[in-house]
């Protein structure tokens, strides 16, 4: 079967713009994880989505947000972007919170 | 609140050598753990996990895990590493809300 597809995989913006990162779950997944991975803070989760609600949150400020749709698949928006937002997104989906994760390759964001 | 410490942000081996990665956890329930590989550029791939059952656990790659409760530990372990082995390797814990904490990583380099 399919994996997790995330699109797109590399993007360049500029400080002060908005992204918005997809991501495709493994089919008849309801979870939907976001996390951030950087060199310096490695990889810190962002949120998760269930059945189209957030169940779990990071410590990342409002800027950055999520949603699920009726399908499982999941956006994440960053607004306002700032340099230190550059990272690697990466999104993970599970079938429950208990099974293991399916990592996509992630969406490579680079702010300049 | 849970969380997870690897010990070594960087590991060391030669080829043929003995791998051990170390991981120690803390849970307030009784935890699932996981270890998950990422090869540069891409996303996090499953080891192995823990689920309750065997305390050790055979994952791919002939890696294994050992879940030792008193010591709060689970250790990553390979008898004899392969070049393709190098890679940063995250340890994991969920909780049954479906919240995953992921360790800082260790990076394993193979020396011929």
């Not at chain 1, 937002?85 to 293991?100: K, R, T």
């Amino acid at each position: 079967k399919a994996g997790v597809t995330q699109t797109p995989r590399y993007l360049i913006k500029t400080r002060g713009q908005q992204v918005t990162l997809s991501c495709s779950p493994i089919s008849g997944h309801r979870s939907v994880s976001w996390y951030q991975q950087t060199p310096g803070q490695g990889l810190q989760f962002l949120f998760e989505y269930f059945s189209e609600t957030q169940r779990n949150k990071g410590n990342f400020p409002g800027r950055f947000s999520g949603r699920q749709f009726s399908n499982s698949r999941s956006e994440m928006n960053v607004s306002t972007l700032e340099l230190g937002d550059s990272a690697l997104y990466l999104c993970a989906s599970s079938l429950e919170g208990l099974s293991e994760a399916f990592f996509g390759q992630g969406t490579r964001l680079t702010v300049v | 609140a849970q969380s997870v410490t690897q010990l070594g942000s960087h590991v060391s081996v030669s080829e043929g050598a003995l791998v051990l990665l170390r991981c120690n956890y803390s849970s307030s329930v009784p935890p699932y753990l996981f270890w998950y590989v990422q090869y540069p550029n891409q996303g996090l791939q499953l080891l192995l996990k823990y689920t309750s059952a065997a305390t050790l656990v055979k994952g791919i790659n002939d890696f294994e895990a050992e879940f030792k409760k008193s010591e709060t530990s689970f250790h990553l372990t390979k008898p004899s590493a392969h070049m393709s082995d190098a890679a940063e390797y995250f340890c994991a814990v969920s909780d049954n809300a479906g919240k995953s904490t992921f360790g800082d990583g260790t990076t394993l380099t193979v020396k011929p």
